[in-house]
Structure formats: C-alpha cells, structure tokens
C-alpha cells in the first residue's frame, strides 16, 4: 500500500537552510509534490517532480529526489520567519489520482 | 484568477444535525475532489469527481456522508447525521485533467460536532 512519512518537527534560524525530508512506499510513484499550509489555511502547492527527475531547483526552492531509496527532500535557501508552517509531501500514482499525504512537517523559524 | 472558493469556513453543529459544504473549483478544472484532514494529519481523499461523475468514492462512508456535483463544477458534501468524530477540517480541491496535474486546493471548512 501507499504511504509517506515525515518527520514531525524542524526549528531553523532565520537565514539558514532548512531541508524536510520525506520517504515514501510506493516505487510507482510518478508525481511528488509538496504543499506549505499555513495556520487555518488550506493547501498551497510549492513545488512538484517528476519521477524520472533527480532535482529541480525553482528560487529558493530545491527539490531532491533519490528513486531507489524512495526519498524526497525539500530545501529552503535563506529560510525566513514567513517560511513557518506545515510542510506535506505528497505522491500520486498517476498524477491524475489522489494525493497521499505524509503527516506534515511543521517548520519554526526562530528570528 | 480565483482560487478554490468554500464555504461556510467555520460550522458548529450539535451531533445528529445535518451539515452541508460547499466548493466552486478553479474555471477549466475539470477533476474536483474532496479531502478530510483530522488534526496533526495530512489530508485523506474522500471522493474524487470527474466532471460530473463520481470515479473514486471508496473512502467515502457513505452510510452518512454524500456527495455531488451537478453540471460538473459545483459540489456538495453532505453529513447526515454527524457525529463527534466528524469534526475536522474538509478540504477542497481541484486540478486540470493534465500532466502535471496540480491540485489546488480551497481554505477548508473547519466544523465542528459537539
């Protein structure tokens, strides 16, 4: 079956990078996604990969991904105090299916 | 471009009521789906339409809990009768059915049953 973990909690400093990490089960994975989602906010997609795709870079944003371990990982550059919030990784099959959602990572960026 | 609208945004309603939400997707989207998302969780899917059709409502209990979406843009999620273990937040989103197919999604309506 399908699934996605995260860890649950990372604090950076203001200016550092942050990296969130996530590991997930399904090798058919086509599409990974992450999501930032602010307190009583829904969902804001950040970023997406393709599975036949090794990184992407979109400004401050950089996406890993390792195929053969099933990892995935998002880096902020130069994290500031707006980047606080619940960060989902996301997987889907086909693209065109629903999202599997890890538990969310909630990023506190300490001033 | 408007985003996902949703409404009622916040809903408080004793158990055994009647609850409905509400979602108007992106212009042009044609996949619309529902999620549930308990607290400290990541959303789970609840139903999925394309267009007008229902193609995945496997996770739907459907014993109380409907769905539809008439001329395949608005939709309704209907809890009947709800129960303490309903309260949540029930998401909202929609895509076009191509790659990379990003789903975006509404602000949520957070109800609660007491």
């Known amino acids: 079956g399908e699934d996605v973990e995260q860890s649950l909690f990372l604090s950076v400093r203001e200016g550092d990078s942050s990296v969130i990490n996530c590991t997930y089960t399904d090798s058919s994975s086509t599409y990974l996604y992450w999501y930032k989602q602010e307190p009583g906010a829904g969902l804001q997609l950040l970023t997406y990969i393709f599975s036949n795709m090794d990184m992407k870079q979109d400004q401050r944003l950089t996406v890993l991904l390792n195929k053969k371990d099933k990892h995935l990982s998002l880096r902020i550059a130069d994290t500031q105090t707006g980047d606080s919030a619940i960060y989902f990784c996301?997987?889907?099959?086909?693209?065109?299916?629903?999202?599997?959602f890890g538990k969310g990572t909630r990023l506190s960026v300490i001033a | 471009e408007a985003g996902v609208v949703q409404s009622p945004r916040y809903k408080i309603i004793e158990k055994k009521q009647p609850v409905a939400f509400w979602c108007n997707p992106i212009s042009g989207h044609n996949t619309l789906y529902w999620y549930l998302q308990n607290l400290g969780q990541g959303p789970e899917l609840l139903i999925r339409?394309?267009?007008?059709?229902?193609?995945?409502d496997s996770q739907l209990p459907k014993d109380r809990f409907s769905a539809e979406r008439l001329k395949g843009v608005d939709s309704t999620l209907k809890i009947q009768p709800a129960e303490l273990g309903d309260s949540a937040v029930y998401l909202c989103?929609?895509?076009?059915?191509?790659?990379?197919?990003?789903?975006?999604f509404g602000p949520g309506t957070r109800l609660t049953v007491t």
């Open positions: 996301a997987e889907s099959v086909s693209g065109n299916t629903p999202l599997v």
């Open positions: 989103a929609s895509s076009f059915g191509t790659a990379p197919y990003e789903q975006y």
């Open positions: 339409y394309e267009n007008e059709e229902a193609v995945d």
